[in-house]
């Protein structure tokens, strides 16, 4: 149910390069009354007033979020292999982090769920990271909440806190060829965090029940104008 003051949401991944830019379109979401953000460590920078940025152990999130009581959450959590270091580390990240952090904001109340997650993502597929990806999908759908939607965006356009290289250059390749993309190759297309960010906001404001996939051109159009 949601609060007397309006949607109460948890941000998984706020200081990413989607989830910062989701707490800021929550923020000027007039129907979103709470923000609880977790961190791992103190911002440098606050976030407004009605955003809560408690520093928590993600190892234990039961425990370091008690009883809040929230009404959607938003899953922006995700690391890379390089970063990472392994295939274990990535995928502790990836899906038993993200996995961990949808069953606690089930258990406080959540009913809706938005996860950012990647083109291509598959189970069964032949790629690890497409595979972990497509894991936490599922899981999530096996968690009864009300409504769940994927967001599935290409390569990610917006700047980084970190360097990325091959990443770069990757963007610059897809921008060079997104106008070629058309028909099945549209939902390759590179999609700004800041379009991402938008979506699952709009989304959230009025989430339709069951589960739903949003690829890059479907995430373009709810942003368009």
């Known amino acids: 149910m949601q609060g007397p003051e309006g949607r109460r949401a948890l941000v998984f991944g706020s200081t990413g390069l989607v989830g910062a830019r989701l707490v800021q379109a929550l923020v000027d979401d007039n129907d979103v009354g709470r923000i609880v953000a977790p961190v791992r460590r103190p911002l440098l920078l606050p976030w407004p007033s009605m955003v809560e940025a408690p520093v928590v152990s993600f190892d234990d ?4 979020l008690g009883s809040i009581a929230v009404d959607q959450v938003f899953l922006c959590l995700g690391t ?3 970063k990472a270091g392994s295939r274990e580390a990535f995928r502790r990240v990836d899906l038993h982090l993200t996995v961990a952090a949808a069953r ?3 258990s406080l109340g959540a009913e809706d769920a938005f996860l950012v997650s990647s083109v291509g993502a598959d189970p069964a597929g032949r790629s690890f990271y497409l595979r972990v990806k497509g894991e936490a999908e599922d899981a999530l759908g096996e968690l ?6 994927v967001f599935r965006p290409s390569i990610l356009t917006g700047p980084r806190v970190e360097s990325r290289p091959a990443e770069r250059v990757g963007i610059r390749i897809g921008s060079l060829l997104a106008p070629l993309m058309v028909g099945p190759l549209r939902r390759y297309r590179p999609v700004s965090a800041r379009a991402v960010a938008r ?3 709009t989304t959230a404001s009025h989430p339709t029940e069951g589960r739903h996939v949003h690829e890059s051109e479907a995430i373009a159009r709810m942003v368009a104008g």
């Open 80 to 82: 890379t292999m390089r």
């Open 144 to 149: 009864s909440f009300r409504s769940v939607h």
């Open 104 to 106: 606690v904001a089930r």
């Open 199 to 201: 979506a699952m906001a």
């Open 61 to 64: 999130l039961e425990t370091a």
